[in-house]
């Protein structure tokens, strides 16, 4: 089945304690991305990669990092979390970024940071 | 700053009637623009897409673009209760090649 798998669903944390989201893809896609998605702000990208070893910042990157060693693989590192990144994160890929290729989204990691 | 622009809603509608769900886009140079639906908790599946002015029908959903006017809509046609969720409106954008979402309009339909 093609799917974005992201790990883990739900996570809760203590400030300053680092941790990673995965996220891997099945469908062979170039592109991947991260949004985080807040009540009221709606879905707003973090960090996005176009290939491997290419990644660049969304809107929102402060506090967060990316790698893409592997077409399949994003990973999502929080190397100090604080509070205010209390979210709902969504990985997504699309086979390109041109105009019409659409997103597909993983299931979603909640994260809580206290 | 680009933007798109929805009605957070909630709208309801009766069982069976049209819901229908607008968007606005604020760049000109966008050429692609994307519905999905957001189940409360759950990730953004895609509904359709459209690119082309005029209209675009999938079972029960039409997508409806106006370039001129920077607007673009989606009807849900016998809108049923298991259509209840947040509806996403994202439009693309060259420059950058990102994107953009748009709040959602939550949509609620009453049996």
């Known amino acids: 089945e093609a799917q974005v798998t992201q790990n883990p669903r739900y996570l809760i944390t203590v400030t300053g304690k680092k941790l990673t989201v995965t996220c891997s893809q099945n469908?062979?896609?170039?592109?991947m991305s991260w949004y985080r998605q807040d009540p009221g702000l709606g879905l707003r990208q973090i960090y996005y990669?176009?290939?491997?070893?290419?990644?660049d910042k969304g809107d929102v990157p402060e506090g967060y990092k990316v790698s893409r060693k592997e077409k399949r693989n994003f990973p999502l590192i929080l190397e100090s979390p604080s509070p205010n990144q209390t979210s709902l994160y969504f990985c997504a890929s699309a086979p390109d970024r041109g105009s019409y290729s659409p997103l597909h989204f993983g299931n979603g990691t909640r994260l809580t940071v206290t | 700053q680009k933007e798109v622009e929805q009605n957070s809603g909630p709208l309801s509608v009766p069982e069976g009637a049209i819901a229908s769900l607008n968007c606005t886009y604020s760049?000109?140079?966008?050429?692609?623009f994307f519905w999905y639906r957001q189940y409360s908790g759950k990730s953004p599946e895609l509904i359709m897409f459209i690119y082309s002015n005029g209209d675009k029908e999938d079972g029960r959903f039409t997508a409806q673009l106006n370039k001129a006017s920077q607007y673009v809509s989606l009807l849900i046609r016998d809108s049923q209760p298991s259509d209840s969720a947040t509806y996403l409106c994202?439009?693309?954008?060259?420059?950058?090649?990102?994107?953009?979402f748009g709040q959602g309009t939550e949509l609620s339909v009453k049996p």
């Open positions: 760049d000109r140079g966008s050429q692609s």
């Open positions: 990669s176009m290939n491997v070893e290419v990644t």
């Open positions: 994202a439009a693309f954008y060259n420059q950058g090649g990102k994107l953009i």
């Open positions: 469908m062979n896609h170039e592109y």
